[in-house]
């Protein structure tokens, strides 16, 4: 398996270097000092979404999924379980999954806190996050202006660091308007998706208002490139960096991003775009679009500067 970002894998080196005596090494660190930028140290967040594409365990047939649904087996949450320790994300937002108990199998409890989403449907949407971080849910974010829509709701925390607070929204929007333009939006699927992006800019507005560093991701089913007017409408709210922005998706094959991290306030200069990267299966069988997943995981690390 390899993690790949536009269909290229990335390796890096580091450098050592030695110096024979204790006062060579002090001058060595003194000219470095003089001739360098002094640069804050930074904890670095490794952040990711990934939909697991009707992520349950019940049978097959069950009320509630579709009836050519195909449940995992044990060796399907295994190897899945395999995908999410090599992704070792810190924070990891996840879709379309029934319940603590599916996802427990891919994100164990001894690794990972889980809040999710309070929605009485099978696919739902949650945040893994790995023991150690400090977090505080927020009750869910409604993504529909029609109240009787069974839409998916946003999970909101907020992540407590070294460097400050970190607000996060994951996100499964309303599918079927991938790319159509404003203008060209008839249909239900466009106007439920527009609808959706004014509550995301009450909710972008609210954070820019209280000065608070947030991301925003998970699946928009939107493709969002070049001037797309869905994310030109969020954008209203705050200016926005997106991970996936120029990039295709190698997950199975050259496809155009409709999974995205975006990020505001002051986790845009935290976000390192240059490590945007997706987490490709070793599996190419067609089959295995159902037995893993028709995503592949997306991830991006933030570089947060220490007090």
């Known amino acids: 398996m390899s993690e790949a970002k536009g269909g290229s894998s990335q390796r890096r080196q580091g450098r050592r270097f030695a110096v024979?005596?204790?006062?060579?090494?002090?001058?060595?660190?003194?000219?470095?000092?003089?001739?360098?930028?002094?640069?804050?140290?930074?904890?670095?967040?490794?952040?990711?979404?990934?939909?697991?594409?009707?992520?349950?365990?019940?049978?097959?047939?069950?009320?509630?999924l579709p009836p050519d649904l195909h449940t995992r087996t044990q060796a399907d949450f295994d190897r899945l379980r395999d995908y999410a320790t090599e992704l070792n994300a810190d924070i990891v937002a996840v879709q379309?999954?029934?319940?603590?108990?599916?996802?427990?199998?891919?994100?164990?409890?001894?690794?990972?806190?889980?809040?999710m989403s309070k929605d009485r449907i099978t696919q739902r949407v949650g945040i893994a996050i790995r023991r150690g971080i400090r977090y505080d849910p927020h009750p869910d974010v409604p993504l529909a202006l029609d109240t009787n829509a069974r839409?998916?709701?946003?999970?909101?925390?907020?992540?407590?660091?070294?460097?400050?607070n970190l607000r996060l929204l994951a996100v499964h929007l309303k599918q079927g308007c991938q790319n159509p333009k404003l203008d060209r939006g008839q249909g239900?699927?466009?106007q439920i998706l527009f609808g959706q992006a004014v509550a995301l800019r009450a909710w972008i507005a609210d954070r820019t208002a209280a000065g608070e560093a947030f991301v925003i991701l998970g699946d928009f089913n939107r493709w969002m490139d070049k001037r797309d007017p869905f994310i030109a409408q969020l954008r209203e709210?705050?200016?926005?960096?997106?991970?996936?922005?120029?990039?295709?998706?190698?997950?199975?094959?050259?496809?155009?991003?409709?999974d995205h991290i975006l990020a505001g306030g002051p986790a845009r200069d935290w976000m390192r775009p240059e490590t945007m990267l997706v987490l490709k299966y070793r599996e190419t069988g067609i089959e295995w679009k159902n037995r893993l997943s028709d995503h592949c995981p997306l991830s991006v690390r933030f570089a947060l500067p220490e007090p």
Not at 96 to 115: C, M, N, T
Not at 151 to 164: A, E, M, Q, W
């Open 188 to 190: 239900r699927d466009c």
């Open 151 to 164: 839409l998916r709701s946003g999970v909101d925390v907020t992540l407590t660091t070294p460097s400050g």
């Open 96 to 115: 379309e999954v029934d319940g603590y108990e599916a996802v427990r199998r891919v994100f164990p409890s001894d690794l990972y806190h889980l809040v």
């Open 237 to 258: 709210s705050a200016p926005l960096a997106r991970a996936t922005e120029g990039f295709a998706s190698p997950c199975w094959g050259a496809e155009t991003f409709i």
């Open 20 to 64: 024979g005596s204790v006062l060579g090494t002090c001058i060595a660190w003194l000219m470095l000092a003089l001739i360098l930028p002094i640069q804050a140290s930074a904890t670095d967040l490794k952040i990711a979404t990934w939909n697991l594409n009707w992520l349950t365990i019940r049978e097959t047939g069950s009320p509630g």
